[in-house]
């Protein structure tokens, strides 16, 4: 194990780290029934090396109740952004743990169901008063049953039962209420993947209560990493990857077509199944895009051709194959598609193509990749960085809009003329008032959105949900397609009603993809208009620079707005032009 | 066989591997505490791959008691 992965390295940098001025900032709070030393050192620092400055609240050992339970505990008084609660099966079960076999099955079902209310009250009340999200885990299903060999013939075992009241807390907070704020954590799942034996260290737990084992807690915080990178939208979107020796085994140019590794020998399957999770993750809404020192004909005969190639030249929203410089074209590849170099993964075999990029474009994740092709499927796993709270349809659809884009640009430079080409595209955006079906993409673009976006204001779910049905607010989105496809949500705007006379642009964003193709104008005429309406004499908005909203600096100027101090101010007398090569369809 | 123990216990504690000795106790040095002793001893066992006894483990008071129980398992001096 790498001394980088080490609880003893957690802890020592633990203390060094101070929080700088980053920008994100982080507020988290932990909560269990068992000992968590270790857990919000490692949070910290882990939290640290993304740019984001974390602050930590650990309740009292074994307090989560009272915390919870009473309103004006130090728990709300921390106001956390992301609180954490730890249960544990033993915790839970009590002595039964050792003993469910007395339990007579008549009364198992009144048990299950009090431990499960249990839980749910502390839910619904930590919902009532904080605005936190909870992570709650699930409980571990034991490899232990007093039961023994019989376990699988009693009506519900130990087993079984845990497994009951797992499913019943996913079942509440996830498929059926679909919570925003409330997630259930699969514990089990992560003591599967490193086994019980190793996860539960007996001598650890007698002596210190230590439930989570001190080798394996740099682990856990890696998985409840997930929730901060979704949470704070630090998540990549886009994974770039070299070819040779990534994508399949070999040289293309030296071995060639038929001896390339890919597919039917002990080397090739490890590639295969990588490109398998890939194209899951593509499938989950992240682009994949090809960078690589390659002739272009041959390495396009593998994506076109090669039979067990899973990954076809469709599943690439942007290829780059020529002898350029990685650093160049990972350059190019940002801004054709437009996002971030931040928001990038860089899959790359060579340990001195992964240098480079590191030291030249430190925004950019190199993926630390071994030489060994069998453990890359297990890296890409291991990796938190894609995960978002929930998945949306524009995230499903989201490798098809690329598509689109591709062929977009491809009548661009075959119209030549930009306006000419605007009107062959038959455009159509519809404006929608913010609706329980919206809401979840809205806030998605509220927390990822960096370019086109005004104000950058971050609002989670719950918040926009509230603007929604609030009479001092308008939230609405644009839903935006043309010939080459549905861009689905892509816009969206929060306009506080200040006044009778004035309104005022809390936010303003357009996704990157369909940035300068009339779409802000449309969705700025239709703010007016709704003004004029309702007989308000000014609309009011703020540019707030963040060093990436560089694309939507000039936007107010260009529409007409009046600079009035740090306001631009638009009269509504005026009105702004509407691009007439977009069909608008008014949704009420 | 000091010298790869002082290593580890260096690292795990963050301290200069010169001002460790054999009659260094929590009482002495201020970066031993109750946790991090637990992540030494997982790490000492890992590194010299054994499985010190629950009760060796509440045993040891200073870092020559560590030494005592390597002799114990047999652990060689390297």
């Known amino acids: 194990m790498k001394n980088e992965e080490n609880l003893a390295y957690f802890l020592n940098e633990a203390k060094t780290i101070k929080p700088r001025e980053l920008g994100k900032k982080l507020r988290v709070a932990f909560l269990a029934s068992s000992t968590i030393n270790g857990f919000e050192e490692t949070m910290r620092v882990k939290c640290f090396q993304k740019g984001i400055d974390c602050i930590t609240y650990v309740a009292d050992y074994n307090q989560y109740n009272q915390e919870i339970l009473n309103e004006d505990s130090e728990l709300y008084k921390f106001k956390p952004d992301i609180t954490f609660l730890i249960l544990d099966v033993r915790h839970i079960l009590g002595d039964l743990f050792f003993s469910w076999h007395t339990v007579p099955h008549d009364e198992k079902p009144k048990f299950i169901e009090t431990k499960i209310s249990e839980i749910k009250k502390l839910c619904d009340t930590f919902e009532k008063n904080s605005n936190s999200k909870l992570i709650v885990t699930s409980l571990e299903i034991p490899s232990y049953s007093s039961y023994g060999i019989n376990e699988p013939r009693e009506i519900r075992g130990i087993k079984e039962i845990v497994h009951e009241i797992n499913n019943e807390l996913f079942m509440t907070f996830g498929k059926v209420y679909s919570s925003p704020k409330i997630f259930i954590y699969d514990f089990n799942g992560f003591v599967m993947k490193f086994g019980e034996k190793n996860i539960f260290n007996y001598k650890q737990f007698f002596s210190g209560d230590i439930k989570i084992s001190t080798e394996y807690i740099p682990k856990f915080i890696n998985e409840l990493m997930g929730y901060v990178y979704a949470i704070t939208g630090t998540i990549k979107k886009c994974i770039v990857l070299d070819l040779d020796n990534t994508l399949w085994g070999g040289v293309i140019g030296e071995d060639g077509f038929d001896n390339i590794k890919l597919g039917d020998n002990p080397i090739g399957r490890s590639f295969v199944e990588f490109q398998k999770r890939l194209l899951a993750l593509n499938q989950r809404g992240i682009i994949l895009a090809v960078n690589s020192k390659n002739n272009l004909d041959d390495a396009m005969e593998v994506i076109q051709k090669h039979p067990n190639m899973i990954l076809r030249e469709d599943d690439f929203a942007c290829v780059k194959i020529n002898w350029d410089d990685k650093v160049t074209n990972l350059q190019k590849i940002a801004e054709e598609l437009n996002i971030g170099l931040d928001s990038m993964v860089f899959f790359d075999d060579d340990p001195i193509n992964q240098e480079y990029v590191r030291e030249s474009l430190p925004e950019v994740l190199v993926v630390d990749l071994p030489k060994d092709s069998s453990q890359y499927s297990q890296i890409i796993t291991e990796m938190k960085e894609f995960d978002v709270l929930g998945i949306t349809e524009e995230d499903t659809k989201r490798s098809d809009m690329y598509l689109g884009q591709k062929k977009r640009k491809e009548l661009e430079n075959k119209v030549g003329d930009f306006n000419e080409f605007l009107k062959q595209m038959n455009i159509e955006v519809s404006v929608q008032k913010a609706d329980s079906f919206s809401i979840p993409r809205i806030s998605q673009l509220i927390l990822k959105t960096n370019q086109f976006n005004l104000t950058t204001k971050r609002y989670q779910h719950e918040e926009v949900s509230k603007f929604s049905s609030s009479d001092e607010k308008i939230v609405e989105c644009v839903k935006v397609n043309d010939k080459f496809g549905d861009s689905g949500i892509a816009g969206t705007y929060i306009i506080e009603k200040k006044n009778n006379e004035e309104w005022i642009i809390d936010t303003f964003l357009l996704s990157c993809r369909i940035i300068g193709r009339g779409i802000e104008e449309i969705m700025m005429n239709g703010i007016v208009e709704e003004a004029k309406l309702s007989g308000i004499k000014r609309i009011k908005g703020e540019f707030i620079p963040t060093g990436k909203n560089k694309p939507a600096e000039n936007f107010y100027e260009k529409l007409g707005f009046k600079k009035e101090n740090e306001f631009w101010v638009f009269n509504t007398d005026d009105t702004i032009k509407k691009p007439e090569h977009i069909k608008v369809i008014k949704n009420e | ?78």
Do not use: C, P
């Open chain 2, 1 to 78: 066989m000091s010298e790869k123990l002082y290593q580890i216990i260096s690292r795990v504690f963050n301290v200069d591997k010169s001002i460790i000795n054999d009659e260094t106790t929590s009482e002495n040095l201020e970066e031993w505490d109750s946790f991090n002793f637990y992540v030494l001893l997982d790490e000492i066992e890992n590194e010299y791959d054994i499985k010190f006894d629950l009760d060796e483990t509440l045993d040891i008071k200073k870092i020559g008691d560590i030494k005592k129980i390597f002799v114990k398992h047999g652990v060689k001096a390297e």
